[in-house]
């Protein structure tokens, strides 16, 4: 063999290897965009209550109880939660994300699985009535001759067409954040980064899943994380919404978003597996 010859061979070999590289590296990729989709499949599903026995007897009873005159509400949905289902606020030692039906087995949840259960359960209406203290009596669910009621409280309308489950910082511990999440309704659509700011969702009003109150407002008590570092008290960074989970690390960063990047990725490892030149064995 000569030294052309030998050349054209060591040549070979590299294309070779380099060719079997991004075929690893196209399977790793295309293996990344398959986890995405299913990530993004897992947050639609559980964008609505499961079509099972006890979501659908609770969900009756939430629409002939909790609803007059086309306005819900979210006291009597959170009461609900747990005298229909039994679901009540549960600490967890595995900090997971559980799936609408996981909760009603388990019969509750933490603040994240709180949100997610009442964001289902309100997803169809769009007037709501959350509740504050002061006033006088607020009726919240009537069975038969039976009442229940918060004493010194008032009702606040909210009209809304979506609602997103949204959690925030609000102090530390120990060198640790505190978060906490609770539901925003607003008319406005989330369906990008772009559409996440503290001017985008002005006027946005948040409710306490786990008993209907109003808490806030963006532009008032809350924002929305912009840029760097975002640890300040009451600043939202996670927004889950009906197919994607947003979470804000230096940027806003979501399934989607992901899924376009790698989509980017294999067009680009085609191209190059494609023109990549022959050397004659």
Not at 5 to 19: H, P, S, Y
Not at 248 to 254: G, H, I, K, L, T
Not at 255 to 260: C, I, K, L, P, S
């Amino acid at each position: 063999m000569n030294e052309s010859e030998e050349n054209l061979e060591k040549t070979r070999k590299i294309l070779v290897e380099a060719g079997d590289e991004i075929r690893e590296i196209k399977e790793e990729v295309r293996q990344m965009g398959e986890n995405i989709n299913q990530s993004i499949q897992w947050f639609t599903e559980n964008s609505r209550l499961p079509d099972i026995y006890k979501a659908d007897r609770y969900a009756s009873k939430v629409a002939k109880s909790c609803e007059k005159n086309n306005v819900l509400n979210l006291a009597c949905v959170s009461f609900l939660m747990e005298k229909e289902l039994g679901i009540t606020y549960k600490t967890e030692t595995e900090d997971r994300l559980y799936s609408l039906a996981e909760i009603i087995e388990r019969k509750g949840g933490d603040c994240e699985d709180y949100s997610l259960f009442f964001k289902a359960t309100v997803s169809n209406f769009e007037k709501f009535e959350a509740w504050d203290a002061g006033g006088g009596r607020y009726d919240i669910y009537r069975d038969n001759n039976e009442v229940w009621y918060y004493d010194n409280a008032h009702g606040i309308s909210i009209e809304a067409e979506n609602a997103y489950p949204v959690c925030y910082y609000f102090g530390s511990s120990g060198g640790v954040l505190l978060g906490h999440c609770v539901v925003m309704f607003t008319d406005k659509t989330i369906s990008s980064s772009r559409d996440i700011s503290t001017e985008e969702l002005r006027g946005s009003n948040l409710v306490e899943p786990q008993s209907g109150r109003y808490v806030g407002e963006i532009g008032g008590q809350f924002k929305i994380c912009s840029e760097g570092v975002c640890d300040d008290p009451y600043t939202i960074a996670f927004i889950i919404t009906e197919n994607d989970l947003y979470h804000f690390d230096q940027r806003w960063n979501y399934y989607h978003e992901q899924r376009e990047r790698t989509e980017k990725i294999l067009e680009s490892l085609d191209y190059i597996l494609a023109e990549r030149p022959e050397v004659p064995s």
